[in-house]
């Protein structure tokens, strides 16, 4: 199978595209080539300039958990300094990077396709620093692994904006990084270095690329297809699987009984099967105290639907249980994780929150790759 070129390939095959003389770059283990050699390796080996390296949440090498990161450190195989982004912005940001001395932010992260995962805010909020500094920032574009095809959700009402949704992006927005950064729309010197290869409706396995975890609880594939759905649940009183070796897939709670996963079979969603289940998370939520729950099972990519699964789930969730699930997190964390208050009131008075989910739509410019393979 030949796989999907990615901005990362051929930036280190062609250094030149970058156009800095001094890089610096924003990764984390899911910046890597086909045959799994870091990024940071082929561009030394390559001769690109990098000088500097930046750590996004969870940290460069991927140790931390959620909302934590790995601070100040010296890259040991490049002997380069690297920079803690994590909960930086505005002015703490253009310090950082300043102190740097790069003339060139180049991001290479892997995003899995939902709003309210951070790294796309990460480069959003370096993006805003490359532009008041005056730097050329450059995007390693990579596949989104939801594809392309669809987006989902309601956009984000600025007055929700957080690190979890800083633009008003749908809760799946069916784009790839570079996609997004062009969307953005800053007043910076922007350059994406494309994929080649990549169709819009590409599964994962299609792409012929390693799967990374992007993040401590992204464990695989299947993870990221669920995500903008059950990772609502971050913001209730039920485990959304952290903890587990299946976050995200699992949902549960003590208070769980025998009719939740009837209840959400009976719903037929589209693409996915529930499978009552039992589990004892090791951290987070319900730390060892046996729940009772669901796995999704996704059985067809093309007709699932995350956010309309998340929303349903939640539905019968409130509805069987009305004075258990209750909300989670500081400043009604899931009023930020959905993008407004709508959800939140929605559910508390009773009503069907699957009415606040417009139907799904295909993502509209601008972008960059069109249904055909790119190169």
């Not at 045959?35 to 001769?47: K, N, S």
């Not at 690329?209 to 990772?231: E, F, H, I, K, R």
């Not at 529930?274 to 090791?282: A, G, I, L, M, N």
């Not at 699930?325 to 407004?340: E, I, K, N, V």
Request: net charge negative; proline share 9%.
């Amino acid at each position: 199978m030949t796989h999907v070129r990615t901005g990362a390939e051929r930036l280190a095959t062609t250094p030149s595209l970058a156009g800095g003389t001094r890089l610096g770059l924003i990764t984390n283990p899911t910046g890597i080539l086909p045959d799994l050699t870091p990024t940071p390796d082929a561009l030394m080996a390559a001769g690109a300039g990098l000088t500097a390296m930046f750590g996004p949440e969870h940290g460069m090498r991927g140790t931390a958990q959620a909302a934590g990161s790995e601070g100040d450190t010296v890259d040991e195989r490049t002997g380069l300094p690297v920079y803690d982004t994590h909960k930086l912005s505005g002015e703490a940001l253009d310090r950082v990077v300043a102190a740097s001395g790069v003339d060139t932010l180049v991001f290479d992260i892997a995003d899995v396709g939902a709003r309210f995962y951070t790294y796309v805010w990460t480069m959003y909020d370096l993006m805003e620093s490359a532009a008041r500094l005056g730097l050329r920032f450059v995007v390693l574009d990579r596949p989104n692994p939801l594809g392309g095809t669809v987006e989902e959700g309601p956009l984000l009402d600025p007055a929700f904006a957080s690190f979890v949704g800083r633009f008003p992006l749908p809760v799946r927005h069916g784009r790839t990084v570079g996609e997004l950064a062009v969307l953005f729309g800053f007043d910076l010197d922007l350059h994406v270095i494309e994929m080649e290869g990549w169709r819009r409706d590409m599964t994962w396995a299609e792409t012929g690329l390693p799967w990374v975890m992007p993040s401590v609880n992204m464990p695989t594939v299947d993870t990221a297809l669920v995500y903008p759905g059950t990772g609502l649940f971050e913001g209730t009183t039920f485990s959304e699987g952290r903890g587990t070796t299946r976050p995200f897939e699992l949902v549960g709670a003590p208070y769980v009984d025998g009719r939740f996963a009837p209840a959400l079979a009976g719903l037929d969603l589209p693409g996915v099967r529930f499978r009552e289940t039992w589990f004892t998370p090791t951290f987070h939520k319900h730390a060892g105290t046996p729940v009772r729950g669901v796995q999704l099972h996704v059985h067809d990519q093309g007709t699932f639907r995350p956010v309309l699964t998340g929303l349903s789930m939640l539905h019968v969730a409130r509805t069987l249980y009305p004075e258990d699930l209750r909300w989670w997190g500081p400043d009604l964390f899931m009023d930020h994780l959905w993008g407004s208050d709508t959800l939140t009131r929605a559910l508390e008075a009773g009503e069907d929150p699957r009415a606040l989910c417009p139907p799904p739509a295909r993502p509209e410019g601008p972008l960059l790759y069109d249904g055909a393979a790119q190169g």
